[in-house]
């Protein structure tokens, strides 16, 4: 499985951007597409999830309200709308894939097996 994501870019506070994460190769229609950051000096943080199957969500507290998961079958391909955004959203953001047979709290980030390269989003006047 290959991961692509897309959609980063520079923004000013309280803009939009939507990110995309598209899969090749092996494509899997179920298990957990999860959305993570990491902005320079700091952890790889959680941000969001969706089920590709039944299509339930997660999101951390940050994104909640402001950021929507969905997920595009057909294409393989699962969106990260964002909203609102703050200058401390700025940071890489990268897409990862876990199998169905992964458990565990859809945030762990040891639980996802696949990871794209990721996208760089800079909130900034």
């Known amino acids: 499985v290959q991961l692509q994501a897309s959609g980063g870019g520079l923004v000013q506070p309280g803009g939009s951007l939507r990110l995309s994460c598209t899969q090749s190769g092996r494509t899997f229609d179920s298990g957990l597409m999860g959305w993570f950051r990491q902005a320079p000096g700091k952890e790889l943080e959680s941000v969001a999830a969706i089920g590709l199957s039944a299509g339930f969500t997660y999101y951390s507290d940050s994104a909640r309200g402001r950021f929507s998961v969905s997920g595009d079958t057909d294409k393989h391909t699962v969106y990260l709308q964002m909203r609102r955004l703050k200058l401390d959203d700025s940071a890489v953001y990268y897409c990862?894939?876990?199998?169905?047979?992964?458990?565990?709290?859809?945030?762990?980030?040891?639980?996802?097996?696949?990871w794209g390269r990721g996208t760089l989003v800079t909130v900034s006047s």
């Open positions: 990862a894939l876990r199998r169905p047979t992964n458990g565990g709290s859809w945030s762990a980030t040891s639980t996802y097996e696949y």
